[in-house]
């Protein structure tokens, strides 16, 4: 029986953080609005039109494991390097899976240690950036023979994954002539867009983004599942335990629905003033999670108009923050500041690993630790933390993972996943579009001299000057 994860939201509430906090009644009252959300978005969900609550469970999910194994397993004995190339949800998933579930120093480790090949994400344009991880994979493999590149984008059309792609790919076929297709897998559309007519031409391996999941609800489709199984990610424990939350978030009780009621605690305290909403891991392996949770949360609830039409410009603005390290950098604005956020906080309740402190120099000061753990000191430090932000009447919430691993990272995405959709219905705006995206990807294409797009150039020239 696997352990769940659990949210405790107590130090949101009134008895806790005074006028600044909810009253239980409040809870309460709101218990039969939730049940009437959450019984819309089972419909919607058991009519497949939020397809992204389907990747944990047959039959998407057995199609895109058995895709990904089939490709990773006959790929992963020859790819010694894996370079990803996307960009917003075509990357962050694969940078948090990885982050969470494989040590920090992963890249660093000899190759039977690993498991599986470096991994390696650009996921941006910035040349330095870029010429520096390209260097280092040719050091280690001069010739890209154990080279293997992920190009990621569902639209197909993305400016920086184009450009990425284009700049690589020119290396490969230096390197490889004619044999370089072979060390491209494309994950995209399976209809629509430049990738998958390239993808076509070229005979480059693939897999796809499933229709009617965007980019940041996708990292448990292929786009995410396949770097993690190159990895060595055990992907079907991360889709078991998304399943298994995923079931928790049909409760028609809030209080057994941990989707339900984050969503409404957070909505509700945004509505109250409490717009600036902290995602605070205490472990390093979860904080790329905390990133993220931010485009998730920023992309979707970040709205001008909602779902009749009317401005309303609605959308807490989502911010990441790493305890302890952060104590000692936002902790005494969190603490006295404006009384506009929410703390939640991210833990472990069994470390994968601890060390325990051992005895020093002769000073008093110091001989309180001795004997203790650095896991005791980080746990004491998270729950004097709360103490602190409940003194100064700043709510906070936590959610505790068993233990880190796959089931709960798992657990934890389709957490987020479906409180997106809740607060989404609570906001009543749609929660799975992002206009103003695509509004400055038009003008890019514009400013870049892309054919077809003369008019967004003039636009931003009249405007801008
Ligand atoms: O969540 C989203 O929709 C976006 O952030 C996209 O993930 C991002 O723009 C990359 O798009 P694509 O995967 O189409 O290249």
């Not at 999941?213 to 996708?218: E, H």
Request: proline share 6%; net charge negative.
């Amino acid at each position: 029986m696997k352990q769940l994860l659990r949210l405790d939201y107590t130090n949101c509430l009134q008895e806790r953080v005074g006028d600044q906090g909810i009253e239980r009644s409040a809870i309460d009252g709101a218990a039969a609005h939730l049940a009437e959300i959450t019984e819309r978005l089972n419909a919607a969900r058991d009519a497949g039109s939020h397809r992204f609550r389907s990747l944990p469970v047959d039959p998407l999910r057995g199609e895109h494991v058995a895709a990904v194994r089939h490709l990773a397993e006959k790929l992963r004995p020859q790819t010694r390097n894996l370079l990803v190339l996307g960009i917003g949800g075509s990357a962050l998933g694969t940078i948090a899976l990885q982050g969470a579930l494989k040590p920090a120093t992963y890249n660093l480790m000899p190759p039977e240690a690993r498991g599986g090949p470096r991994l390696f994400v650009l996921d941006n344009v910035d040349p330095n950036f870029v010429g520096q991880t390209l260097d280092e994979i040719r050091r280690e493999d001069p010739r890209l023979e154990g080279t293997l590149v992920t190009v990621i984008s569902k639209s197909g059309e993305t400016v920086e994954t184009a450009a990425q792609f284009l700049l690589v790919r020119a290396l490969l076929a230096e390197a490889l002539g004619d044999d370089h297709p072979r060390h491209i897998v494309a994950i995209t559309d399976s209809h629509r867009g430049t990738m998958r007519a390239i993808c076509e031409a070229e005979g480059y391996a693939t897999l796809r983004v499933p229709d009617g999941v965007g980019g940041r609800f996708s990292v448990l489709s292929p786009v995410g599942l396949f770097p993690a199984c190159m990895c060595g990610i055990d992907i079907d424990a991360l889709l078991d335990g998304a399943k298994a939350m995923d079931e928790r978030c049909q409760e028609p009780a809030a209080d057994q629905n941990p989707a339900a009621m984050l969503a409404w605690l957070l909505i509700e305290l945004a509505r109250r003033g409490k717009d600036q909403h902290v995602l605070m891991p205490y472990a390093n392996a979860l904080y790329p999670l905390a990133d993220w949770f931010r485009q998730l949360w920023a992309e979707s609830l970040g709205k001008r108009v909602d779902r009749k039409g009317k401005e309303v410009h609605c959308g807490p603005t989502p911010i990441k923050a790493l305890g302890a390290t952060d104590q000692h950098s936002q902790m005494q604005l969190y603490c006295e500041g404006p009384n506009n956020k929410v703390i939640g906080f991210v833990d472990l309740q069994t470390q994968p690993r601890d060390l325990k402190i051992p005895a020093g120099p002769e000073a008093d000061a110091l001989a309180y630790l001795q004997g203790s753990t650095l896991g005791d000191l980080l746990a004491a430090e998270k729950r004097a933390t709360e103490y602190a932000l409940v003194e100064s009447k700043r709510p906070n919430f936590s959610i505790t993972l068993p233990q880190l691993d796959a089931h709960c990272v798992g657990q934890f995405i389709q957490l987020w996943e479906v409180t997106t959709a809740f607060a989404g219905e609570l906001l009543d705006i749609n929660a799975f579009d992002q206009p103003a995206v695509e509004t400055g990807k038009l003008a890019t294409f514009g400013l870049m001299g892309r054919e077809g797009y003369e008019k967004y150039r003039a636009m931003v020239e009249q405007k801008l000057g």
